[in-house]
């Protein structure tokens, strides 16, 4: 059997898109699992849109979601090159070779002309004007300079059927089909002649991209078949939706992976939630590894109805991976999150990573989470009623002298210690344990939600602090 080769073709625009993503994570399980290869291919053919380290960013993104390809720009190959722009030449030889099997043709119409074939709803579609130009004309036309582009020959009639392994028998009229440009005036090649040509060339097995192109495969194949080549197999994948209605869409730059990254998203978190925008394993676990990913994935398992991204269930999904992480891991990733906030330079900041790793579900949290703590000060005296452990401003006015003296008084501030203390000295006092903790977490924090509770936080705080934050807050009710 042959070797299973599947390829992805994005285009480098500047960021990675988790739609392209998806299909890159596809392409490669379906490798994979085949035990077959994975191909890099950039397509690059519209200048126009040439963007300053894309093509970088490409190679980063797919290797940070521990998507290695077997083949590409960076990394070589004996397909190469694997940028389209090199491929100029290889490009013009076959459009000359399909053009003499009478599937394209020069087009040598102006811009003026092609307007006039709009009709009165706006639309155009190009009539083989030039179709019918003799060879001697075409000739003659060239070699005096005049710029001229190559159409693809549709036929006029008729109409043509493939076979998707997601999607069926997928039938298309010719007539609704127009003679596109393969071979631009400036000699570059268009997405519809460039792909047949590096996917047939670089022996690509299985083409594996979005529903947009689902309709214009069988313009495709024409090509193929014109040049008697064995059609690859074609594996369309679903729309992702960002809701009922819109398209998650690239160029509101809806859902980077970047982006998600700079949030606080574990990069295998993002590309095990991508994996599930579309496919679902036969035994429907949703947390997995990407060999376990690769072991699992199969065509059946792929819907055919669009998927809708969820950023909570991403978000969900995080937080298990961030709770699966070793405490050292852990403290790595969450560090420049810790740094950025304020407790940066006030708390010691392992402490901070083991208060926040049961408590957050992106490491972009934790800012928002440690800074009230961070930021102590004045705050709302009310905040000492609570119902539920029956505290109010009276009895927070006579347990705090007793919580300084108890601060003052104990050396080991750990949490274990400071919580079993607290219980003693609770009972000894004739409260309930509820009741001190809850005045000790509003005054050393000024918060009724705090991460972890008082003697958490308090071991965070250290004990010269948890002193100084008891005086303030005692002199805050005075
Ligand atoms: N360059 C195309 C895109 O980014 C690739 C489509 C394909 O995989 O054939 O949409």
Redesign the pocket.
């Known amino acids: 059997m042959t070797k299973v080769r599947t ?5 480098p625009t500047g960021f990675m898109h988790l739609g ?1 993503l998806r ?1 890159a994570l596809y392409a490669y399980l379906y490798a994979k699992n085949h035990g077959g290869d994975f191909i890099l291919r950039i ?1 690059d053919t519209d200048q126009a849109r040439f963007v300053e380290g894309a093509v970088e960013l490409i190679y980063s993104s797919l290797k940070d979601s521990g998507l290695y390809y077997d083949e590409g720009p960076d990394i070589g190959g004996n397909y190469g090159p694997y940028i389209q722009s090199e491929r100029k030449e290889i490009y013009k030889k076959y459009a000359e070779e399909l053009i003499k099997r009478g599937g394209a043709y020069y087009c040598f119409c102006s811009k003026e002309r092609l307007e006039s074939l709009t009709d009165e709803n706006g639309n155009r579609k190009y009539d083989k004007h030039c179709l019918s130009l003799s060879k001697e004309e075409v000739d003659r036309r060239i070699a005096s300079g005049e710029p001229y582009v190559i159409r693809q020959n549709i036929p006029a009639e008729g109409k043509s059927t493939y076979h998707d392994l997601i999607y069926g028998d997928i039938t298309v009229d010719f007539s609704e089909l127009e003679d596109n440009i393969l071979i631009k005036s400036d000699g570059m090649p268009t ?1 519809n002649f460039a ?1 047949v040509i590096d996917d047939h060339l670089m022996g690509i097995t299985h ?4 529903t ?2 689902l309709s214009s495969t069988p313009k495709y194949n024409l090509m193929y078949d014109a040049f008697g080549w064995e059609r690859p197999e074609y594996i369309h994948l679903p729309t992702i939706m960002k809701d009922a209605t819109r398209k998650l869409s690239k160029r509101y730059g809806d859902a980077n992976f970047d982006d998600f990254v700079k949030k606080g998203y574990l990069k295998e978190a993002i590309i095990n939630y991508v994996a599930l925008l579309g496919w679902a394993p036969k035994d429907n676990s949703e947390k997995m590894t990407l060999a376990e990913m690769v072991e699992k994935f199969s065509l059946d398992g792929i819907s055919r109805s669009p998927s809708i991204f969820d950023e909570v269930k991403l978000k969900w999904l995080n937080g298990e991976y961030i709770r699966a992480l070793s405490p050292e891991d852990f403290y790595a990733l969450a560090l420049p999150y810790i740094e950025k906030s304020a407790a940066n330079g006030k708390f010691d900041l392992k402490k901070v990573a083991a208060l926040m790793q049961p408590r957050v579900e992106t490491l972009g949290e934790i800012p928002e989470k440690i800074d009230p703590i961070a930021n102590f000060g004045d705050y709302d005296k009310e905040l000492f009623f609570n119902k539920k452990n029956k505290t109010d401003f009276a009895l927070a006015k006579t347990l705090l002298p007793e919580l300084i003296g108890f601060a003052e008084n104990t050396d080991d501030f750990s949490n274990d210690n400071l919580y079993a203390k607290l219980s003693e000295k609770a009972a000894e006092l004739g409260v309930k344990s509820g009741a001190l903790l809850w005045i000790m977490r509003i005054a050393i924090t000024g918060q009724s939600v705090t991460p972890g509770g008082a003697t958490e936080i308090a071991a965070l705080l250290g004990k010269e602090e948890t002193v100084k934050r008891l005086k303030h807050s005692l002199a805050l009710l005075a």
Do not use: D
């Not at 083409?207 to 979005?210: A, E, F, K, L, P």
């Open positions: 390829r992805f073709a994005p285009s392209g299909t397509e997405y792909n083409v594996i991209r979005g947009e192109y």
